[in-house]
């Protein structure tokens, strides 16, 4: 069963945009992590974010994460057409072993 | 990062016949997951690959369906018995150190007829 559930479930921007994705999830976590999946391709690893912290940054993107409202935000700045793919938040569960569970995935879409 | 490679990276099956797929990693790696991703939809787990032991299914997997084995650190194969229609998707291979970063294969897409 899905842990997360990602919204906006599809996004539409114009390119130089920045988008915003969110995640939530029901129990508590070691980690999350986001990817990126460009259609028919396999995953891309974006960030990983701990349970301790609050922000990490890489390039473009900006990931954080509230631990007390269960949720997590991806945040791509200065969005181009090459960032039009599926992103997903994965996350590591507290208990249950090492396991990775998945949200539903947003799909943005960035027009040129 | 671990560099994954799954082999074949596509395949069309009669109903009825088994595919058996391989997943190699280029490091030494703690855990090994095999996940499934129907078209247009998010991944679900299948199972964790125990080294030198079974796997650890997930709710709605079965071992006498997809029969996994790991013997040893870098290396595990999926086999899908008994395929249906319902069986075509893409099944991933996934790989991680500890409480790393987790990794993907190219995964291999399965086409039941």
């Known amino acids: 069963s899905q842990q997360g559930e990602e919204d906006p479930q599809a996004l539409s921007i114009q390119e130089g945009e920045n988008a915003t994705m969110n995640c939530s999830y029901k129990t508590s976590i070691n980690n999350l992590q986001w990817y990126r999946q460009n259609s028919g391709r396999g995953l891309v690893h974006l960030i990983l974010i701990r349970s301790n912290e609050r922000e990490k940054h890489s390039g473009r993107l900006r990931v954080t994460l509230d631990t007390s409202k269960k949720s997590s935000s991806l945040l791509i700045t200065a969005s181009r057409a090459a960032d039009t793919a599926s992103y997903f938040c994965?996350?590591?569960?507290?208990?249950?072993?090492?396991?990775?569970?998945f949200g539903a995935g947003t799909r943005l879409f960035v027009k040129a | 990062s671990a560099v994954i490679s799954q082999k074949p990276s596509r395949d069309i099956c009669q109903r009825g016949t088994s595919l058996t797929i391989q997943c190699q990693v280029d490091s030494q790696v703690t855990m090994m997951f095999w996940y499934r991703q129907q078209p247009g939809q998010s991944l679900t787990l299948i199972a964790t690959a125990n080294q030198g032991s079974e796997a650890t299914y997930e709710s709605g997997f079965v071992i006498d369906k997809f029969p996994i084995s790991r013997p040893n650190l870098t290396f595990s194969t999926l086999t899908v018995s008994n395929m249906s229609p319902e069986d075509s998707s893409i099944y991933l291979c996934s790989a991680r150190q500890g409480r790393g970063e987790q990794y993907f294969g190219p995964g291999t897409r399965l086409t039941v007829t």
């Open positions: 994965a996350t590591d569960r507290d208990t249950g072993g090492f396991k990775t569970i």
